[in-house]
């Protein structure tokens, strides 16, 4: 059955520092997104990616945020300067149909900011 | 700072028995709906949807009913198992943001 995969599972890094998550969607989905859940917390949208560009972002996805799909199989999200905040478990999702479908999960990629 | 947990509506059912998961929703424009379920540690999980045309639909153990006159969902879990134990949430596809959802606990 075909899945979204993330990498890494889980990173530690120091505040200040730039980190980049991996994510490659399912391979005929043209929707991808991604979420973080604090821990303990509900989990949160942050930017949906489209055709190349954001289509949709939220309030927490900030100058410090920023996606990319480089090679047409992954998906990234970077962040530019770690915030001690910003430590959470950050899920990709793709959707092969906008506004309607499934989102597909992967199982996240932990942050973790010291 | 402090990590505040999120005091989510809980639900605790005996093994064996019927569990049922609501949520209400708030744009009667909405079309389309969808349940997840969230292990812990682990990603969202699409369990069933259902289009606003629709008053109820039925999966494997799962039900959902939809009353458009309310704006509510509910998910009804037949036989609850232990391995049923998540935080289910409802999300409108238009919307991709999700409610906090309820934590289902299921004793053995």
């Known amino acids: 059955e075909p899945e979204v995969t993330q990498t890494p599972s889980h990173q530690v890094t120091q505040m200040g520092q730039e980190v980049i998550l991996r994510c490659v969607p399912i391979s005929n989905h043209l929707y991808f997104y991604w979420y973080r859940q604090i821990l303990g917390q509900k989990v949160e949208f942050l930017v949906s990616f489209y055709n190349n560009e954001i289509s949709e972002k939220s309030e927490i996805f900030d100058d410090q945020f920023s996606v990319e799909r480089p090679d047409g199989s992954n998906f990234t999200l970077k962040i530019r300067s770690t915030k001690l905040e910003d430590s959470a478990m950050y899920f990709c999702?793709?959707?092969?149909?906008?506004?309607?479908?499934?989102?597909?999960f992967g199982e996240g990629s932990r942050l973790t900011v010291l | 700072g402090e990590n505040v947990g999120l005091h989510l509506p809980t639900l605790s059912v005996q093994e064996g028995d019927n569990s049922i998961i609501n949520c209400a929703y708030s744009n009667s424009a909405s079309d389309y709906f969808i349940w997840y379920k969230q292990e812990s540690g682990k990603g969202p999980q699409f369990i069933i949807d259902?289009?606003?045309?629709?008053d109820k639909r039925q999966g494997q153990r799962v039900t959902v009913l939809l009353n458009k006159t309310v704006k509510h969902l509910s998910l009804q879990i037949a036989a609850t198992q232990p391995g049923d134990s998540a935080v289910y949430f409802c999300a409108e596809r238009g919307d991709m943001r999700f409610g906090a959802g309820t934590r289902l606990t299921v004793k053995p």
């Open positions: 999702a793709s959707s092969g149909r906008v506004n309607t479908g499934e989102l597909f």
């Open positions: 259902i289009r606003s045309n629709m």
